[in-house]
């Protein structure tokens, strides 16, 4: 009904149309978007007075930065350090924790939205910067200040923007692409203003007629590498330094349904540097590669541009190219590859990675699956649907959607789901499964298929569930996400079970078999004439001079002794010695590519003679010494004695009834055989001690062949097959922690100091903590405290039990245990059950202390996923942990 005129007022009828709401209305209000930078590796953060005082990022710039900044060129930028930094301090790539998208769901903080930066962020001012609009089809070039952009027409709505790499790292766990490793937070959603770039063009004098082949390129203001050399285009050759560009076709950017805006805002705030302060690019339902941040030229050309980043970058290339095919065949500038529109995909942010959920306490109610949706063109998300039994039956879920479609009628957001799920049907369900589907009828596939720049990657989201038993008792389902973003650990893509058959190049496990194959020995590049005598090499046998012979060829290690993953004696033991056993026994075909730089020349293999002399080792008592660490040297085994089901002690004699082995504690050694054909070389670490004269023993656990390791474990499967009498090459030691006596021990030749040890050991990783207590324990002058928490599956797989408790017995000030069972247990079990985790360690651990040191040996899943982040929960340091 039509308002009634006032009293007095004109007969004039007056009506009022209701405004249209802002997005302010529709969305707002925006989360707050100040960044929480971590002040330290222990998470410390800013007083909160200063956080809660401020009014935007920018009045924490200069005053305050995270750690990880500090003196790199983005010291300047205050971040928040709950992002996960995925290429380590610098450049920036971050992503947020999906739990913090799940908190926030619609509208992402523009402080935690996730960040894609090829080198440092670019300090621009907004007074000083500008566009320069231009291009040979122009006819009205002109440049535009920011203040006049801002007083043009505007344009503001809600755009998700999604890294081409988003969940990348799945495909990294199939075959390493060459890029980084995003998780599935590599997406967000702001609400973004800024000026139509249809209006830049139509003041630049660009009509909507004759547009065929025509394109708009838009390039940032960044100095960045080049990655390939020249190009192809001759007349346009790249130089050292490159901009970061793309285009688009002319006829796209003049559609005014399609949306493209130059941007200056996201969520009512002026950008933050990260994401491109003062003005961007943002082109909705496009991948974010082709956003341009920092954005400086605006050019209308002929032809799609040739900008180097354009072609050397967001391709999605068939399976089987390689990134030596993906260069000799010009796969690159094929257009057919080219990934432009965002393709459709989703993830479960609900439940989260390893969260727990009571059976008990839970069975009769229901359980919120949750997540969020996304796909390109403006196309709309039609369903989702969920799965507990692989794709068997599918369940609707409900869809939150927040976005008001566009008066053109498309959707640029992200839609956010729910399913409620019954807690009883989680039982014997194996995962959960969710896709989308969009208005083409268009659905994600189940497998994946892998590409060389891990792109586009969507196939269905699937969260495992895990019926686990914790340590008090209690049965709880526990979810595992594919991968976690980054280099965190755990995952269920990360183990070997966890790969897919096949996704698109070929069944895997018969790529990997034909790659073993396939595997050749160095060929490194030649230096002519360059010969050197056995006698040379042997002079360079210290660690500030290592030089190993491999196949014949002559490598200086020197250089590479700090980066080497196994540790410096791993290559110092063969220093000024023939390497060529113990290289390829241990090494792959990456590592011996990666030996090639280290080549000096070859061996005059003339000067090789045969050495027949024994060198007699003596320590510093002499004593007879059985190990030598630059030569094998075979053991005869004495005794075998099987402990359970698939371990067993063996007990080998050493030369002489006089020798000692010669290994000090904490440190061990390598076991060598020749297995079917094939050099296999292992580490061990004894349970014996240089105290035990004239013998070595050792308790091993035999792998057997499982689905996941269809082989099984060869050194352990073949030292169950020695008989009485047979022998075994052992060498050594190895290895970078040793103790010493009353609780000084060295890490990699570092002194260190400790009051009290904690021991984590899970099933033979019980020997290297064992070796460290008994050195501990058989002096009354060692005042070390410790205590050990061992791991097993099951009662009998606790292996020398006995020796232990012995001890907890006769040291109770010095020796404590507890033991965790996660399989089977007997009905008067007094221990724990289940796996490791925050309780148990507050229980049974000393707390965290600078002379409190932790020491671990066991399967890399309990250490990467139970160990190390529950003892960082509660307080202790990684500096003060290690690992056998």
């Known amino acids: 009904m039509p308002p009634k005129p006032e009293e007095g007022a004109s007969k004039t009828m007056v009506y009022s149309l209701p405004s249209k709401p802002t997005c ?256 961007r690019l943002i082109i909705p339902g496009y991948i974010g590669g082709r956003m341009i941040k920092w954005l400086a030229q605006i050019n209308v050309i002929e032809h799609e541009t040739r900008n180097h980043y354009h072609y050397h970058d967001n391709r999605i290339l068939p399976p089987h190219i390689t990134a030596e095919e993906s260069l000799s065949g010009g796969w690159w500038y094929k257009p057919e590859y080219i990934f432009n529109q965002l393709n459709l995909n989703s993830a479960i942010s609900q439940p989260d990675h390893n969260e727990t959920l009571s059976v008990a306490k839970n069975i009769d109610k229901d359980y919120t699956v949750a997540g969020y949706a996304y796909t390109g063109g403006g196309r709309k998300i039609t369903r989702v649907e969920v799965s507990t039994d692989n794709g068997v039956n599918w369940n609707l879920a409900e869809i939150d959607r927040k976005e008001k479609p566009t008066e053109y009628g498309m959707y640029w957001c992200w839609i956010w789901y729910s399913y409620k799920l019954k807690v009883a049907d989680l039982v014997g369900c194996k995962e959960i499964i969710v896709r989308a589907w969009e208005e083409s009828n268009m659905t994600q596939p189940m497998n994946p298929t892998w590409n060389l720049m891990g792109m586009g990657n969507n196939q269905v989201f699937r969260v495992k569930v895990h019926l686990d038993k914790t340590a008090s008792g209690e049965h709880v389902f526990r979810f595992e996400h594919p991968t976690q973003p980054g280099q965190q ?78 540790g410096v004696d791993s290559i110092t033991i063969n220093a000024g010695a023939d390497a060529t056993e113990d290289f390829t026994a241990i090494h792959s075909m990456k590592a011996t590519k990666m030996l090639e730089r280290y080549y000096i020349g070859d061996l005059d293999k003339s000067s090789v003679k045969a050495d027949n002399k024994d060198e007699e080792l003596v320590d510093a008592n002499g004593n007879k010494i059985a190990l030598n660490p630059k030569k094998k040297t075979p053991f005869r085994l004495q005794n075998k004695i099987v402990l359970s089901r698939d371990s067993f002690m063996l007990d080998f004699a050493l030369p002489t009834p006089d020798h000692v082995l010669g290994l000090p504690c904490g440190k061990h050694l390598f076991l060598s055989a020749n297995i079917n054909g094939e050099m296999v070389l292992r580490r061990y670490t004894p349970i014996s001690s240089n105290y035990d004269v004239g013998c070595v023993k050792f308790v091993i656990k035999a792998y057997r062949p499982c689905e996941r390791f269809p082989e099984g474990g060869k050194m352990s499967q073949y030292v169950d097959t020695l008989k009485i009498g047979d022998y075994l090459d052992m060498r050594g030691p190895v290895g970078e922690f040793e ?111 600078d002379d409190t040191y932790t020491l671990m040996c066991g399967p890399p899943v309990m250490l990467e996923r139970g160990c190390t982040p529950n003892l960082v929960a509660i307080g202790h340091s990684k500096k003060k942990m290690f690992s056998f």
């Open 489 to 566: 650990q755990g995952g269920w893509m990360t183990t070997i079970a966890g790969k897919p058959d096949s996704a698109g190049f070929g069944r895997l496990l018969e790529v990997q078999g034909e790659a073993k194959e396939a595997e050749p020995t160095a060929a490194p590049k030649k230096i002519a004439g360059k010969k050197y005598t056995m006698a040379e090499v042997e002079k360079h046998n210290t660690e500030e001079d290592v030089w190993i012979v491999v196949n014949d060829k002559v490598y200086d290690c020197t250089e590479y002794l700090e980066l080497h993953p196994g």
């Open 739 to 849: 103790y010493l006596e009353k609780g000084k021990f060295l890490i990699e030749g570092e002194e260190h100091n400790a009051k009290k040890f904690n021991l984590l050991a899970g099933g033979t990783g019980i020997t290297p903590t064992m070796q460290i207590a008994s050195e501990v324990l058989r002096h009354s002058d060692d005042h070390t405290q410790l205590s050990l928490v061992f791991a097993c599956r099951e009662e009998n797989d606790l292996l020398c039990r006995s020796t232990l408790d012995e001890w907890a017995t006769k040291f109770p000030d010095r020796f404590k245990v507890h033991y965790i069972l996660s399989d089977a247990w007997p009905a008067d079990w007094q221990y724990s059950t289940g796996f490791v985790d925050k309780a148990l360690f507050e229980e049974h651990l000393f707390p965290p202390a």
């Open 24 to 279: 302010e209305e529709l969305y707002g209000p925006y989360p707050r978007a100040i960044p929480i930078p971590s002040l330290d590796k222990d998470g410390s953060t800013p007083d909160a007075s200063m956080i809660d005082s401020a009014k935007s990022l920018w009045d924490l710039s200069g005053k305050v930065h995270d750690y990880r900044d500090s003196g790199t060129p983005d010291e300047w930028v205050p971040r928040d350090g709950r992002l996960v930094r995925l290429t380590g301090r610098h450049p920036f790539n971050v992503e947020p924790p999906l739990s913090v998208l799940n908190e926030y769901r619609f509208i992402t903080p523009c402080s935690l939205h996730y960040v894609r930066n090829h080198g440092a962020c670019p300090q621009l001012k907004w007074e000083e910067h500008s566009i320069s609009i231009g291009g040979p089809c122009l006819a009205v070039p002109f440049d535009i200040g920011m203040d006049e952009l801002v007083a043009m027409e505007a344009r503001e709505l809600p755009v998700t923007l999604v890294c081409a790499g988003n969940r990348r790292k799945e495909q990294n766990m199939i075959r390493q692409t060459i890029g980084f490793n995003w998780g599935p937070s590599g997406v967000s959603t702001n609400v973004w203003k800024g000026t139509p770039l249809r209006a830049l063009l139509e003041k630049a004098g660009v009509s909507s007629t004759n547009m065929e082949g025509k394109h708009v390129e838009f390039i940032g203001i960044e100095d960045l590498p080049n990655k390939v050399g020249p190009g192809p285009f001759k007349d346009e050759p790249w130089g050292k330094l490159v901009k970061y560009g793309t285009s688009i076709p002319l006829a796209y950017a003049m559609n005014p349904a399609n949306d493209v805006i130059i941007a200056y805002q996201a969520n009512g705030e002026p950008l933050q540097p990260d994401h491109g302060y003062p003005v």
